[in-house]
């Protein structure tokens, strides 16, 4: 998310300067990549990028394709074989045995593609399903890097054809309800209509997906990409000591949403926590006053003092998507087992942290912020080397046989995982 939230910022700069970009998505995957479908990089015409679409192999190519696209006004696809292409990375094969494609388009102050909605998201810190057309024909090519979001598809101003916001707002619906604890490592042909073929690929969140429609209403097919552009993520932690402190700045690292929660007189905590989105003090009658916890939140208890633990569980309102509570099992079943509240031992992390090994208050927050990560991916957090493949969603086949095809007939612009 700080990716996005630098790429946010840099754009909101150029716009104001008057100045043109570029943007380039992945938009499809096959077989192995460092980045997934949703990974931006912003092109100046000064050749300076914010974010990336790989490991540094590709980043040189695709900024020039994106001084391209600012010079004609014109969107594109580019392909990247990672296995075969000996014009990468200076004349280097990487070796990665995948294949990449970037959508690139131009943008600006009039035009901004996905960027106004992504601007909205960190305003509004609220998650948006969005369509963006990444190839078309005919008269319908000028919906080419357009980005509509599920309430425009409905109630705004669109040209699009029916079967095509029909599909897209069905899928978007679908992505929306898919639990984003759930790694969805599949692929799937869906016949919508004698009319309209669909390639549909899906991820735990971060979820994105392409697709293609062919039917009456669009009979030159149109490809768009549809994703969830998730808020930054909530960190809200009890404690204010000097503990926190590298917690804090590992998740602001992250581009996290975090809130420090003291209890009086909380002394030094606006010295000590001046990256914090949020600074909250209080009483240990009501911990959580005034303090949002959502759903969707993460929360740390690091008081140190086990009456104000106890306050702090049983004032929750809402079971967050992540709890944890530093100090030894012991310690924490006595809290819970004491005093009522709305979550169980099973729903607690304690001791809080994943096992590295960590003995420094920087090793120990390391190993706090990696198991927030990984709860909130749904991830295992074993070693990379004892899994076949990084990604869940990898289609397992022999080495010596070529990538699946979905479809023959139309060119998917699909993930193929």
């Known amino acids: 998310m700080r990716e996005l939230i630098e790429i946010s910022a840099a754009f909101e700069a150029l716009c104001r300067e008057g100045k043109p970009s570029a943007l380039a998505t992945v938009v499809r995957v096959e077989g192995s990549s460092y980045r997934r479908p949703g990974a931006r990089m912003l092109i100046a015409e000064d050749g300076r990028t914010w974010g990336g679409v790989s490991g540094g192999c590709l980043e040189r190519d695709v900024a020039r394709r994106g001084l391209g696209a600012m010079a004609s006004g014109k969107s594109s696809i580019a392909r990247y074989d990672t296995a075969e292409d000996e014009q990468l990375a200076g004349g280097v094969s990487t070796g990665c045995g995948g294949a990449i494609e970037v959508f690139i388009q131009p943008l600006s102050a009039s035009d901004l593609g996905p960027m106004g909605h992504l601007a909205e998201v960190l305003r509004s810190r609220k998650s948006v399903g969005l369509v963006t057309v990444i190839r078309s024909a005919g008269k319908a090519a000028e919906w080419v890097g357009r980005s509509l979001s599920r309430e425009e598809l409905i109630d705004g101003p669109c040209d699009w054809p029916f079967e095509l916001r029909a599909t897209a707002i069905e899928r978007l619906d679908e992505l929306n309800s898919c639990d984003s604890f759930n790694r969805v490592a599949q692929n799937r042909m869906n016949n919508a209509s004698a009319e309209t ?72 905590i606006f010295q000590r926590f001046p990256t914090a989105d949020s600074l909250h003090v209080t009483d240990s009658n009501d911990p959580s006053a005034g303090v949002e916890i959502t759903p969707e939140s993460a929360v740390l208890v690091v008081t140190h003092n086990i009456a104000r633990d106890a306050a702090v569980l049983r004032s929750l309102l809402t079971r967050p998507r992540y709890l944890g509570v530093l100090g030894p099992r012991h310690r924490t079943e006595r809290v819970l087992s004491e005093w009522p509240m709305i979550v169980s031992e099973a729903e607690v992390f304690s001791p809080v942290g994943l096992d590295l090994g960590a003995e420094t208050p920087d090793e120990i927050a390391l190993s706090i912020v990696a198991e927030i990560q990984k709860s909130l991916r749904g991830a295992t957090g074993q070693s990379l080397r004892e899994r076949r493949w990084i990604h869940d969603n990898i289609p397992v086949a022999p080495p010596t046989q070529a990538p699946p095809q979905l479809h023959s007939g139309i060119e998917m612009l699909s993930c193929k995982i």
């Not at 390639?199 to 009979?219: F, K, L, N, Y």
């Not at 994703?227 to 503990?243: R, S």
């Open 197 to 268: 073929r669909i390639v549909t690929s899906e991820m735990a969140a971060p979820r994105r997906m392409s697709q293609e429609v062919q039917g009456q209403a669009c009979p030159k097919s149109a490809a768009f990409f549809i994703e969830t552009i998730h808020a930054p993520q909530h960190l809200v932690i009890f404690g204010a000591g000097p503990d926190v402190v590298p917690v804090v700045g590992m998740a602001k690292m992250l581009g996290w949403r975090v809130t420090v929660v003291g209890s009086h007189p909380a002394t030094q």
